[in-house]
Structure formats: structure tokens, C-alpha cells
């Protein structure tokens, strides 16, 4: 085998935990490499394209761009800090020869951090470490530094991992420095040590062109895309080529376009050299993983390997009696279509036919992954329901394993009490607990993944808003038993109108209201939540009876509670098995999986005989 390295090219990913200044950092290296004219206008944080993206601050997709230094090509991909988009990070990593771990200088590196340098470390991949924010009033890289050190030992990094390059920044600023000490004045000290330590890709001069595709995406214009690294050979733009499938399945292709990335976009090219990222266009029938190669010798590059699912959730058709008022595709053809496209482009998520009519499992890495994709869908005209997020479990050796997250919580030392006694009810238990006396104490768990639905709002409220937490999926263990996961029940709409101020204000001593006066309600839907811990049927529709008897003095006036705006994620924490999330462009309302009260009752009798 002949080995060669392509010196005009280096492939660096970008590692950091969200909102530590890595899509910011991507931004100055845009402008310093004269990727923008001096006079040209564009929007902060480039890399993050997507509507929500914007909204949230965080990187979902993991995306490509590419910036040119001292005549070599530096591909930069912005891989996301979340653990639950762990599938866009393994994905990614594989176009890469080296990483930048970038972290925060006053909260260091943080547990979602450690996911995609862990996945890092076990490709091999060339770490670099660069401290930014240093500017900020509570820094401290020194402490910081030392902290890097024991998560890559803790991480089992090897001699020649640990012996990373380090630097200090200030990505706002566009300024990068080797020693604390120095002026600093621009990017010039990173981009010189990407160029120094990052290994140029490596290829083998003998071998016919392969690609693996590690990405896929779709123009209007030419159709479907394959986006992946050349790791040997070369192709050239009305090359006929093969596109080696999962099983061994071959299907001949044309090449009719091949781009590759200059800053965020992308520019047509002649040919693809080994080590650069490209766009080819003119493959209908390809999916991530697959090798494309030359017909004369068609050989298969080893397959992208995904974690497993770890929770499953159901997608059905809306059936309430509001269905398409509010959104234009309703039908379970185009919900499954869409799916399934999801499922194509994201290698973490599995879609399965439910035993259900017009219901559909999907499975993925947590809910927050989950509820990305369902605003997307709400956004793009859906209109479908979605059940609670459940854990997958597994069978070993015929006992029941679950999966079960370490916990990271930073908060005040007065609500220590309060975070362990929610954690331990949901068979959390405490591992490690740091106080250095100065108001704040840090704390490890070990949580079973279904303790963790629906908990982070309750920590928020818990924590007055100053919590902070941040989880890992640790591994697999055996079940740990059952718990309540709600200790109040649903108030349930007996009827079919419109909410009225009368009928709400006499209901708010039995709950908080999830609608307000004008708001529709129809029979099964949950208006509320109940003080007690079973379900209430109440008329949220009941006017006052008016008389023509004068009272003695004036009537009391109905003034509501102004209630909390139900979000995605709140609505999806808060439903139990037998109850729905009816998500619509314009609404988020809560329902039961019955809406018929007569036949909940019964449902509700028949449990009891049976346990009886």
C-alpha cells in the first residue's frame, strides 16, 4: 500500500459544548481568511442556518464550510455539542483528521463536551485545545487547563493525545495566542497550528477513487446530494461511477455536477482531489454510509456506525375535531414520507410501522432530538399527535436493562436538598458532591434515562432559573423499578366551545390552566392541571346564568390568571401513557388518547377489575 498525504488539504472539526463560542469562532475565521470583501454585510453565526438554530443559539446539523491559509485548504465541519445529536457527530467525525476542542474559560469543559471528544479520541483524530472567552470576568484558564487534563485521562487518552497544542482566545474578537502573556491581534496563531499540527489527509496513490458518504442533502435544481470525503483517487465532474449500498447493492450513477466547499457555500469543480470534502449530484438512490467508487473497481469502505436508539416515540395522525383548520398536511402518507426523509438524512433515527392504524415509532437519542424534529415538521404545515417519550429497554441474560445517564447539576448550595430528594425518587443515586464553600456545590448522579423525561423543567423551577444541568449516557443496567412520574392529574374539557371567563375562574382553585378565555376546547382535551392526582371532567365553556333581579351591590369581577405559554417540550414532559400532544403550525394543545369520557370510565373500571 503506498501512502501519500495531500499537504494542500486539512480536515479539523470543531468540538465545543453549547453556547462556548465555537459557531462565533467559525465566523472571524471567515473574515480573516478573506472568505467575505471587506465591505461585504453578513449575519452573525453563519454556520447556523437553520431557523431553530438561530432561535435556541445551539448547532443541531452538523455542517461544512471551508477557508483557505498560506495556499492550503483548511475544511472546518461544526459538529453539534448536544449528546442527543450524537448521530450528526459520529457522522462528521469521519470527514475529519483532527479536532479543536474549544472551552469556555470560566465553566470548562462540560459533560456533552466530553461526548464527541470521547468519539474523537476513539477515531484517533489530532486534538487541539483552545481556551476562549478569556476576557471574560470570571476566567480562569489556568484552572480550566487543568480540568482538560484530567477529562482526557479520564477519557483514556493515550501519551501522544495528551501532549496537545493549547491556545487562548477570544473568538468575539477574532483573536487567537499561544501564551496567556502575549498581545494577541488576530486568528494567525490558530490557523498556523492547524496547519502545524493537524496531519494532512492520507491516502493511497495506488487505489481507484472512493468515497464515503457522510451526509446527504437535496436541491431543487439537482436533486438529490451526497456529501462525503474522498479517501482515495481522484473524480472528475460526467463521471460514470457506482454507489455500494448497505448489503452489497450496486447501482451505476452519472456524475452531473461536483462541488466542493469554498467558505459557507459551495463552488463547482473539475475534479476531486483525496482529503477534500465534495458535493456530488446526479445519485438518486444513495444513503449515509454507502461508498461511491469506480465501476472497474468497486470496493466498499467499512460502513458509519451509529450508538442505538434509546428512546422510542409515536407519531399518529390528529383525530381531534379540530383537525386541518390550522395546518395543511394531515395525511399519515405525507407524515411517514417526511419520516422517513428524516430518517434518511439523520443516521440516529430509526422509523418503524406501529401495530396501530395511521401511527408511526420513531426512535432516536432523547426527546430533546425528538422535539427538534416535531417543531420542524410543525413549522413545515403538519398537523399530527405525539405520545409520551418512552425508554427503549433491551433483554440480557433474560433480565431487563435499562440505560442510565450520568448527571452533571451545578446550582446553590439551598437547593441541594430539593435536586436530591427529585432525583432519588426517580432511583437516582448521588456518586460524587463537590462544595468549595463559596455558595455553590457541584453534583454527579447516576439517573435511569426515563427518570430524566420531564425532569429538567421541574429542575428549573426547582433551582429558581440558576440551575444548571448537563447528562451523558453512561452505559446499561439492570431495571431499577418503577416510579410515580406525575404526582397531579389532568383537568379533562367534558365538552365541545369555546373557553369562557366565567367557567375558567371558578376552575382555577382546582389547577393551573393551560387555555385562556376564547381559546376552542373539545371533549378528552386537557385544559389544565389538577391539584389531586386523578382526573377531573370539567365544563371550561359555562357562562353565568343572567336574571332580570337587580343584585345588592356589584358583581364580583372575573379577572383570570395569566397562564404560562405551553411549549413543545413542556407538553411532551407533562403527558401521561393514556394522553397526547396535538401539535399544529399555529397551536400545542394536550388531549387524551380516548376523548370520549363514557369510554375513558370504562377503560378506567376495567384496569381496576383486572387488578382486582
Not at 69 to 91: C, L, M, Q, S, Y
Not at 464 to 488: A, C, V
Amino acid at each position: 500500500m503506498n501512502q501519500s498525504a495531500n499537504e494542500k488539504i486539512r480536515n479539523i472539526a470543531i468540538i465545543a459544548h453549547v453556547d462556548h463560542g465555537k459557531t462565533t469562532l467559525v465566523d472571524a475565521m471567515f473574515r480573516q481568511s478573506g472568505t467575505f470583501r471587506e465591505n461585504q454585510e453578513m449575519d452573525d453565526r453563519v454556520m447556523d442556518s437553520m431557523d431553530l438554530e438561530r432561535e435556541r443559539g445551539i448547532t443541531i446539523a452538523a455542517k461544512n464550510c471551508a477557508v483557505s491559509w498560506k495556499g492550503v485548504k483548511i475544511n472546518i465541519i461544526d459538529t453539534p455539542g448536544h449528546a442527543d445529536f450524537g448521530g450528526e457527530v459520529e457522522r462528521s467525525l469521519v470527514m475529519a483528521d483532527g479536532a479543536i476542542l474549544l472551552v469556555d474559560s470560566s465553566e470548562g469543559p462540560l459533560p456533552q463536551t466530553r461526548f464527541v471528544l470521547k468519539k474523537a479520541l476513539e477515531r484517533g483524530l489530532t486534538i487541539m485545545v483552545v481556551v476562549n472567552k478569556i476576557d471574560r470576568k470570571d476566567a480562569r484558564p489556568g484552572e480550566v487547563l487543568d480540568e482538560i487534563y484530567d477529562l482526557f485521562i479520564d477519557l483514556d487518552a493515550n501519551e501522544e493525545q495528551l501532549d496537545f497544542p493549547v491556545l487562548y482566545a477570544i473568538g468575539r474578537e477574532g483573536m487567537a495566542k499561544l501564551n496567556l502573556e502575549d498581545e494577541g491581534s488576530d486568528l494567525t496563531p490558530l490557523f498556523d497550528a492547524i496547519l502545524e499540527h493537524v496531519p494532512a489527509p492520507r491516502y493511497d496513490t495506488a487505489a481507484p477513487f472512493q468515497m464515503l458518504v457522510a451526509d446527504l442533502g437535496y436541491s431543487d435544481f439537482l436533486g438529490r446530494l451526497a456529501i462525503g470525503r474522498v479517501m482515495n483517487g481522484v473524480a472528475h465532474q460526467n463521471e460514470t461511477l457506482v454507489c455500494m449500498g448497505e448489503g452489497g447493492g450496486v447501482n451505476q450513477l452519472r456524475v452531473t455536477r461536483l462541488q466542493t466547499y469554498q467558505g459557507p457555500g459551495l463552488v463547482e469543480a473539475g475534479e476531486a482531489t483525496p482529503g477534500d470534502t465534495i458535493v456530488l449530484s446526479g445519485i438518486e438512490d444513495v444513503k449515509i454510509g454507502d461508498t461511491i467508487c469506480t465501476a472497474a473497481a468497486p470496493k466498499a469502505l467499512p460502513r458509519i456506525t451509529v450508538d442505538e436508539p434509546t428512546v422510542s416515540m409515536k407519531f399518529a395522525i390528529n383525530t381531534s375535531p379540530l383537525v386541518g383548520r390550522e395546518g395543511k398536511i394531515v395525511q399519515s402518507r405525507k407524515i411517514l414520507e417526511r419520516l422517513e426523509r428524516e430518517a434518511l438524512s439523520n443516521v440516529a433515527i430509526k422509523v418503524e410501522q406501529s401495530e396501530e392504524k395511521d401511527s408511526f415509532i420513531v426512535k432516536g437519542r432523547g426527546e430533546f432530538q425528538m422535539a427538534i424534529l416535531i417543531e420542524t415538521m410543525r413549522r413545515e404545515g403538519f398537523e399530527l399527535t405525539v405520545g409520551r417519550p418512552e425508554v427503549i429497554f433491551k433483554e440480557k441474560d433474560g433480565k431487563r436493562i435499562e440505560p442510565i445517564e450520568r448527571v452533571f447539576v451545578d446550582c446553590d448550595e439551598t437547593f441541594l436538598g430539593v435536586v436530591t430528594e427529585k432525583l432519588s425518587i426517580r432511583k437516582g443515586r448521588m456518586v460524587n458532591l463537590v462544595n468549595h464553600g463559596k455558595g455553590r456545590v457541584r453534583m454527579e448522579f447516576s439517573v435511569p434515562s426515563r427518570g430524566l423525561i420531564g425532569y429538567r423543567d421541574e429542575f428549573l423551577t426547582d433551582t429558581k432559573g440558576t440551575g444548571i444541568m448537563n447528562s451523558y449516557l453512561e452505559g446499561y443496567e439492570l431495571h431499577r423499578g418503577d416510579f410515580p412520574t406525575r404526582f397531579t392529574g389532568s383537568l379533562v374539557a367534558d365538552r365541545q366551545g369555546v373557553g369562557v371567563t366565567y367557567g375558567l375562574f371558578h376552575l382555577e382553585p382546582r389547577g393551573e390552566m393551560f387555555i385562556t378565555a376564547g381559546d376552542p376546547v373539545y371533549e378528552g382535551m386537557i385544559i389544565g392541571e389538577h391539584n389531586r392526582d386523578n382526573d377531573l371532567d370539567v365544563n371550561p365553556t359555562k357562562e353565568k346564568k343572567l336574571t332580570n333581579m337587580r343584585a345588592s351591590g356589584k358583581d364580583e369581577n372575573c379577572v383570570l390568571t395569566p397562564i404560562r405559554p405551553m411549549t413543545l417540550e413542556r407538553a411532551i414532559h407533562f403527558v401521561r401513557e393514556d394522553e397526547l400532544v396535538e401539535v399544529t403550525p399555529q397551536s400545542i394543545r394536550l388531549r387524551k388518547a380516548e376523548l370520549s369520557a363514557t369510554k375513558r370510565h370504562m377503560l378506567h373500571g376495567q384496569k381496576k377489575r383486572e387488578k382486582a
